[in-house]
């Protein structure tokens, strides 16, 4: 069927003006999302490259902390400014570069997990991902100074840095090098900075112990030390930002090295012993030790309490021990047990290890067998410091006084027959000569010293015997003072027509002395030396307030070196009449790498404190530190007990498979004391009046941030 009206539909029409309007408003929306979604990738970009960044600085931080003490010993080493590549390699510069390859900051990726990865020809993103090739771009110095860093020397940098050292001797490569010397001291910078006056303390001063997780003091607590330090600026990111559009705030930093005085009670980089003796003794009631222990690694025995522990590589305690007050059930660092601590006790965990500090080291400046022998060393020059390594780490070369065993019979007769003393007079080292075997001239007995001529007078301030002759024949005259006319009136004329001589003989403050069993020991006797110095025209014993006592292996073809650990072939050294220090105004120490016998009461006789401080016992003695492989109780017999006071230390190594017991006391005869024959006071060192002449060292290296909203 054929339809004639079909269905029609309803005509319209389409506005251009409103299909544009509408495809204008949702491009813009699409625009404005995708540069909202670019925004949030440029945002999250940068912060994933600010983070990136932050770890990269804080990891180069750790490797500057680790490398700089390695670099401060090589600058005052033998021939460290002989050339430019000995230079270069502690200059500052290439520290902050070493420290970029160590952290691993160079690179993104390593080659080896790239390698790993197998990617093919994946393509790199990273824009940051830079050699870090220019060190001048990111380390600079905080002032003007052509370096890249700026030292705390002879400078004042204004709040927020920490005391400046003076130096009277011209240390211009402080801004160069990690430079640590004995120049440099605390002086106008500092004053009033520190704890003590720094016109008095010049060396070391009270300072504040940083806020570091190691506990060889508490954080906040004062202690002893003087502090190297260097400013600098970091900002990794200005390296590449002409290609990463990436801008960092410069931090400031300020890395320092303390210089610290063993001053705990017990203080070694050793592997020690603690809780008994070496005979398996507890140590019991009869000792106390007041103040935190630092060890290489310790081994905590019986019930023993401590109330800090510090160590480098760790400690294994019993299970009665306690560090703080507090038992830690043989391990604390059992996860839970510092959180616990910290909530319940406060901050200050009583037991760390160096590795908790993060941006710190704890380095003990420990020679070992070296430290007591100054033969065992080379004259060192060419060096960048003015201060050599070996004076300044070894404790033998660091003493004003020496006497050596400088000849003997034979190769196979060790029996000495000449001594060697040096002293300081005016400031210069003067050397005595003492024969054994026969005087300084025919006939003339062991000990006379060369006076003056004939007619001429010499005056004595304390007792002598005197000789007057030449040629084998003399008169003599026995414990005399005062004014001494060498004459033949005075004397009679031993022989005529020859012309004489006047000698005197002091009472020497050392000799050769057997023990009962027939070992050849070097005798010294402290109390004998003020009378002895002033004889001599030497300097006081403040200055002479020392002494090192070796034998001289190399300058003699007959002596050997002496063995460590002691052997019984080998001298001894007898200490006796040393109760009464008191002459000793600044202090005594004695350094040895002879087996070291103590006759006497030692160091018992009280004086007056320093002006200006005020023990808190109560009570001063004059500070005293004796340092040999082995020491000995006795000299005739064993001795009924033994108590000592003060501070205890080691240069063993920490490395070692047996520990050593550091309280360990043998007699003459070499028979171990029971420990009920053994008291033990042992207390920190609080002032620096109380550092003796010779120290332990130790460096306490760390960067911190300066930031600019707390100064």
């Known amino acids: 069927m054929k339809r004639n009206n079909p269905r029609k539909q309803a005509s319209g029409y389409v506005s251009l003006v409103a299909v544009f309007t509408m495809s204008m408003f949702m491009l813009t929306l699409m625009v404005f999302a995708y540069r909202r979604a670019l925004d949030a990738q440029s945002i999250q970009s940068e912060i994933q490259s600010q983070g990136d960044y932050r770890e990269k600085e804080e990891t180069i931080l750790r490797s500057i902390v680790s490398i700089t003490p390695n670099r401060a010993i090589l600058a005052m080493q033998d021939g460290s400014d002989s050339s430019w590549n000995r230079r270069k390699i502690s200059r500052f510069e290439e520290i902050f570069s070493d420290s970029l390859t160590q952290s691993n900051a160079r690179q993104s990726i390593s080659v080896e997990l790239l ?29 003007s100074n ?28 402080d801004d160069l090098y990690p430079i640590i010397s004995d120049l440099k001291q605390y002086g106008s910078y500092a004053s009033g900075e520190v704890g003590l006056s720094t016109t008095t303390y010049k060396d070391f ?25 260097w400013a600098f600026t970091m900002d990794l ?67 023993t309490a401590l109330s800090g522990l510090a160590t480098r590589r760790g400690s294994q305690l019993s299970t009665g021990t306690t560090i703080g007050g507090k038992s830690f059930n043989g391990n604390p660092f059992t996860p839970g047990v510092r959180e616990n601590f910290h909530l319940t006790e406060g901050d200050f965990f009583p037991i760390s290890l160096t590795s908790e500090s993060g941006k710190a080291a704890f380095v003990p400046i420990n020679r070992g067998a070296d430290y007591f022998d100054r033969y065992a060393h080379s004259n060192e020059s060419s060096t960048l410091s003015p201060t050599t390594w070996n004076n300044y780490s070894v404790g033998a070369l660091q003493c004003a006084m020496t006497l050596d065993i ?97 000698y005197y003989k002091p009472i020497y403050p050392f000799g050769i002395k057997n023990l009962p069993n027939g070992k050849i020991c070097v005798s010294v006797y402290p109390e004998r030396f003020e009378d002895f110095m002033i004889l001599l025209g030497a300097d006081d014993l403040g200055v002479n307030n020392s002494i090192a006592i070796n034998v001289d292996y190399v300058g003699s073809t007959n002596l050997t070196k002496p063995i460590i650990p002691c052997t019984e072939n080998d001298y001894g050294v007898i200490l006796q009449e040393c109760g009464d220090l008191t002459s000793f105004t600044t202090g005594f120490s004695l350094v040895t790498n002879l087996r070291l016998h103590i006759g006497d009461d030692f160091n018992v006789v009280e004086t007056t404190p320093p002006t200006g401080y005020t023990p808190l016992s109560g009570t001063f003695y004059p500070p005293s530190s004796l340092f040999t492989p082995e020491k000995r109780y006795g000299v005739d017999l064993d001795p009924f007990a ?23 006391a043998t007699g003459v005869s070499g028979n171990s004391m029971s420990g009920s024959k053994i008291k033990i006071n042992l207390s920190a060192i609080q002032h620096p009046a109380e550092l003796p002449p010779v120290v332990m060292m130790n460096w306490l290296i760390m960067v911190e941030e300066k930031r600019k909203e707390f100064n």
Not at 149 to 171: C, E, H, K, M
């Open 146 to 173: 052509s370096g890249y860093v700026t030292g705390g020397l002879n400078r004042d940098l204004g709040t927020g840095f920490p005391p400046a050292l003076n130096s009277s001797y011209p240390i211009a490569n």
């Open 205 to 229: 001063n009270i300072l504040t112990y940083p806020q570091i997780n190691f506990g060889y003091s508490k954080p906040g607590d004062p202690f002893v030390a003087k502090r190297n330090w």
């Open 642 to 664: 033994v108590e000592h006071s003060g501070q205890v230390g080691s240069l063993a190594s920490d490395s070692v498979a047996v520990p050593v017991h550091p309280l360990d």
């Open 115 to 143: 390698t790993q990865l197998d990617l093919g020809d994946a393509f790199q993103g990273n824009s940051g991902d830079s050699g870090l090739g220019t060190v001048s771009r990111m380390f600079k110095s905080t002032s």
């Open 406 to 502: 400088s000849q003997c019979v034979s190769a196979s007769d060790q029996t000495p027959t000449e001594m060697r003393f040096t002293y300081m007079k005016n400031g210069s080292r003067q050397t005595l000569t003492l024969p054994l075997n026969g005087g300084v001239s025919a006939n003339l007995p062991v000990g006379y010293i060369l006076s003056v001529g004939e007619d001429n007078t010499a005056y004595f301030d304390t007792p002598v015997d005197v000789a007057y002759g030449a040629n084998g024949f003399f008169y003599y005259k026995d414990n005399v003072s005062g004014p001494i006319l060498f004459d033949n009136q005075t004397f009679g004329d031993p022989i005529v027509g020859s012309y004489k001589y006047g």
């Open 237 to 303: 990111a200005d390296h590449d930002d002409n290609i990463t559009r990436i801008a960092r705030y410069k931090r400031d930093f300020v890395l320092s090295i303390y210089e610290i005085p063993s001053q705990n009670p017990i203080s070694a980089g050793s592997f020690m012993s603690l809780g008994t003796y070496g005979n398996g003794d507890s140590w019991g009631e009869d000792v106390t030790i007041n103040g935190s222990v630092f060890a290489g690694r310790a081994i905590i025995e019986g019930d």
